[in-house]
């Protein structure tokens, strides 16, 4: 009888501890001085006018390496061209696989300016066909684009 009572004050215990105690709204975190312009960049002190927003335009927004041999680093760059009418800020760039580090621009892009973004891909543990995606965040129109490599991976001899 004496477990059953501890068993049901355990159980009580974890129900009430696994409970979630927020409202259900995640917390935006401020992520830089641009965070908020990225984040709505039709903001109140911008134009609600998207044609008046930073653009992204790529030269290419896929690169196809080919075949290569597991383990090599296959590097890419992106060329862009703000096509927009502010200056274009990019605040991050991620991928979509640890294996694919981007590098991007730091400071603003004028209108009509061109940068580049530099995709590297280690291939080591990686196989056959490969679609590495990098997802750059801006205060552009849509606030996020996506260029792409894809290509084969074979084993090494």
């Not at 930073?54 to 075949?67: L, P, Q």
Request: aromatic share 6%; charged share 20%; proline share 6%.
């Amino acid at each position: 009888m004496k477990s059953g009572l501890w068993m049901i004050a355990i159980s009580c215990v974890l129900i009430q501890a696994c409970k979630n105690d927020g409202n259900g709204v995640k917390e935006i975190r401020d992520e830089g001085p641009n965070a908020s312009v990225i984040r709505n960049p039709a903001s109140a002190d911008m134009p609600l006018d998207t044609n008046q927003l930073a653009r992204i335009r790529y030269d290419e927004s896929e690169f196809n390496f080919g075949t290569v041999k597991e383990g090599d680093i296959v590097t890419h760059v992106f060329k862009f061209t703000n096509t927009g009418n502010v200056p274009l800020v990019i605040q991050k760039a991620r991928s979509s696989c640890g294996c694919t580090i981007p590098e991007w621009p730091e400071g603003a892009i004028a209108p009509g300016g061109t940068g580049e973004i530099l995709a590297r891909f280690n291939t080591n543990g990686k196989m056959e066909k490969q679609h590495k995606v990098i997802y750059v965040t801006a205060n552009t129109y849509p606030n996020e684009t996506k260029v792409s490599l894809v290509g084969e991976v074979t084993p090494q001899d």
